[in-house]
């Protein structure tokens, strides 16, 4: 293994990295070299590094130290998630540089009025996902009936419940998604403001991503009998859908900007 690698190469010379989904157990990673190295039982499996774009891991996995080293060497980050799949934190490499909002965010975090403000942001996000659904299905002359919309809107808008038609653990495969975005960005998954108040960014905006894979994919899901149908499932809605994280993202740093400044 090249400790100093960063894995990033020109993206048109490489195949596509691919996530890896470790749910089921138990499991042994290490590295070997370029790759890592994925025990079952007597089987080993080995997955070049390089083509790895993000992992999800299970409670049964055990890791050593070289293959969280290689996978932080080659900008991979590392999702854990417990029993029931929702997420328990995120071992992510150091972003390049700090993103544009990094000073911003703190500056927003550090007034007292940030814990008033940030709730009221999120709500006006469930807002668009609601109106985006609808307008989906409006365009294609399957509009929502009123009630069935009010009470989605009284559900998920204001109390942040939606049905879940994916398995549960589908949100950490949201958050996963989400932390990755982030770390791109340069921003973390979770924050402390004034107050010692938590802003746990990664699992909001995730929330948001799960709820628009519901809406969206509506009772569809429930035919998918297993985990890998589900997962295959999953990776093709986001492929299509993850610009969804970039315009939440987005209107976070407006929101952000807007109240440092005085604007209103």
Known sequence: MHGHHDGRHDPLQEPARKPLYLLEGPREVTARDTSLAVRNGTHVTNLPLSRLDRILSGPQVTWNGKALQACLGYGIPITWVDGSGHPLGTLSPP????????????????????????????????????QSWRNALSRQGHPPPAGILEGIKRDFVYADQIPNHFPDESLGWCYGVVEQRLNKEGMQPYYWGFG????????????????????????????????????????????????RVHHHLGDLKRHIRSEISGCR
Not at 99 to 107: E, K, N, S, V, W
Not at 119 to 125: D, E, G, I, N, T
Not at 198 to 219: F, K, Q, S, V, Y
């Open 196 to 243: 010692g108040v938590p802003l746990p960014l990664a699992e909001d905006i995730a929330r948001l991503l799960w709820a628009e894979l519901n809406l969206h994919c509506g009772t569809l899901p429930r035919q998918v009998q297993t985990r890998p149908e589900a997962l295959v499932f999953f990776e093709n809605w986001v492929q299509k859908n993850a610009v």
């Open 95 to 130: 972003p390049g540089c700090a993103g544009p909002l990094a000073d911003a965010i703190q500056r927003y975090l550090d007034r007292p009025e940030w814990p008033d403000q940030y709730p009221q942001w999120l709500k006006h996000r469930r807002m668009d996902v609601l």
